[in-house]
């Protein structure tokens, strides 16, 4: 990965009674995030233990690809949805690279 792709790990969750809500509406995101120019990586992930919790895998080519796909209608559409889904804001937790 080159020095401006930026990854991020979103933690999102859900409202109690609105876990499944709130996975189908992040399903909804991966097809067309996928295929925004930007986009290295978009993966969907449910945590075992505790399945209200939620983590997309995000890597990007840089913050403008971040800052389209934000501005994006589908996007929007979820954005649109957070307050009633989400138990919590929605967490962006930044990562860098360690490779050898």
């Given amino acids: 990965?080159?020095?401006?792709?930026?990854?991020?790990?979103?933690?999102?969750?859900?409202?109690?009674?609105?876990r499944e809500a709130l996975k189908s509406a992040l399903q909804?995101?991966?097809s067309p995030t996928?295929?925004?120019?930007?986009?290295?990586?978009?993966?969907?992930?449910?945590?075992?233990d505790s399945p209200d919790l939620f983590y997309m895998r995000e890597s990007?080519?840089?913050?403008?690809?971040?800052?389209?796909?934000?501005?994006?209608?589908?996007f929007q559409v979820f954005v649109q949805q957070m307050d009633a889904?989400?138990?919590?804001?929605l967490q962006l937790i930044r990562l860098n690279a360690v490779e050898p």
């Fill in 28 to 30: 909804l995101l991966i």
């Fill in 60 to 74: 990007w080519k840089g913050q403008e690809a971040l800052d389209a796909h934000v501005a994006l209608p589908h």
């Fill in 34 to 48: 996928r295929q925004e120019e930007g986009c290295l990586d978009y993966a969907l992930f449910q945590l075992e």
């Fill in 1 to 18: 990965m080159s020095d401006n792709t930026l990854s991020i790990i979103a933690v999102l969750k859900a409202k109690e009674g609105k």
């Fill in 85 to 89: 889904l989400l138990a919590e804001p």
